[in-house]
């Protein structure tokens, strides 16, 4: 009677076989270290140097991975993918469990630890950052998250407003924080003194430059060319900065100094006139607000690239020095000479930095509404 054996993949194996069914190399002898230790495995389970320390002569997967631990990192990480493609979901999830189960055993069978490769995606690569032990993300994974939130803000105002809100007012308050340390550095620092420096930072910074103004403004042209001058480039007038009202499109120049100019001259009769520094300045914008009346429509229609503005009514703004180490008789001095120019504003740059702070307190302490009511 012919007997009928089993295929060979689905025979039952016993454990004495196993060397067998394991190609030679560092597996094979790995496997060999999973060797239970105890009655029957001739080795003594006080001396095998895996289990030295284990009562009872077996290591449990409990000791070799931190269930709770794994648990909650795929948990707060799994968070971070609402918003995202089904398959991009599952491929990540699966990319990290592989790579978790792979390091729970890699101290067991003497294996290098092993960080998940997921892709390109902002928040994946974020899981991975953390499965892996490091950092969150780096800046070019961050400019990436940052697209990414941009590209999925309008289904979040719909679909989640209240988290987009606490979003907008988080991204707020830390925007401010790092435009106020910038400020405050640089008017203790190096730059103090540094015009070249402060007339960059306002281009990046234009919301700083706006605290000048009570109107709603905007920048139009850094550099500008109010005035052209003859051939040789002589008698040319240009405004560090001009802005619009972005609603009546009404022009306001402004004239950039640094936190170390002196505002105020030697005392006359108990009193201080300007410094020649500041009383120049007001000058040259003055100079300028003339020119953007009567020359700069002219230039702005040869130059395409620039939008019309209203030149009816011009304005400028001046920033210059400290007002903090002014005494009480030179405070006053200060006062009534800028309160007097008219079109000009005279404003120091201590002054400009209380205006976020402010703003910045208020949002990060808003008054409560009920006490308001």
């Known amino acids: 009677m012919r007997s009928h054996r089993r295929p060979t993949h689905l025979r039952r194996h016993h454990p004495r076989d196993r060397h067998r069914l394991l190609p030679s190399g560092p597996s094979h002898k790995a496997a060999d270290n999973l060797t239970p230790v105890g009655r029957g495995s001739g ?12 009562p009872g002569g077996v290591r449990t997967r409990q000791q070799a991975v931190s269930d709770e631990t794994s648990a909650a990192t795929i948990s707060r990480l799994a968070q971070r993918l609402t918003g995202m493609g089904r398959s991009q979901s599952m491929r990540a999830t699966m990319a990290g469990n592989s ?3 792979h390091n729970a055993l890699a101290d067991l ?16 690569r974020a899981m991975e950052g953390d499965l892996a ?5 780096q800046p070019e994974e961050r400019n990436l998250l940052l697209r990414e939130a941009a590209t999925q803000s309008r289904a979040a105002a719909t679909e989640a407003p209240a988290e987009l809100g606490k979003l907008r007012h988080d991204i707020q308050l830390v925007t401010l924080e ?3 340390e910038q400020f405050a550095a640089g008017l203790k620092g190096g730059h103090r003194s540094d015009e070249g420096y402060w007339q960059e930072f306002f281009v990046l910074n234009t919301f700083a430059l706006q605290q000048l103004f009570a109107a709603p403004v905007a920048l139009y042209r850094p550099q500008l060319h109010v005035r052209s001058g003859d051939a040789l480039g002589r008698g040319a007038r240009i405004a560090d900065f001009m802005l619009i009202n972005s609603i009546t499109r009404s022009a306001h120049l402004v004239e950039i100094k640094t936190p170390a100019a002196r505002l105020l001259g030697s005392p006359y009769r108990n009193i201080y006139p300007p410094n020649v520094e ?4 007001v000058a040259q914008i003055q100079a300028q607000i003339e020119s953007t009346r009567v020359e700069l429509p002219t230039l702005i229609a040869r130059t ?8 009816c009514v011009v304005r400028g703004a001046v920033l210059a020095g400290t007002a903090e180490p002014l005494n009480a008789e030179q405070a006053q001095s200060f006062m009534r000479y800028r309160d007097g120019l008219g079109t000009v504003n005279v404003i120091t740059f201590d002054e400009v930095l209380a205006r976020p702070q402010g703003l910045h307190r208020l949002l990060a302490d808003p008054p409560d509404s009920s006490a308001l009511s």
């Open 133 to 137: 032990g490091k950092p969150a993300m």
């Open 109 to 124: 069978v003497g294996a290098e630890p092993q960080n998940p490769l997921v892709g390109r995606h902002p928040i994946i």
């Open 43 to 54: 080795v003594d389970a006080n001396q095998h140097p895996r289990h030295r320390h284990v």
């Open 278 to 281: 500041l009383s120049g300045a």
């Open 99 to 101: 790579a978790e189960s």
């Open 178 to 180: 790092v435009l106020i």
């Open 304 to 311: 395409p690239e620039l939008a019309p503005i209203e030149n």
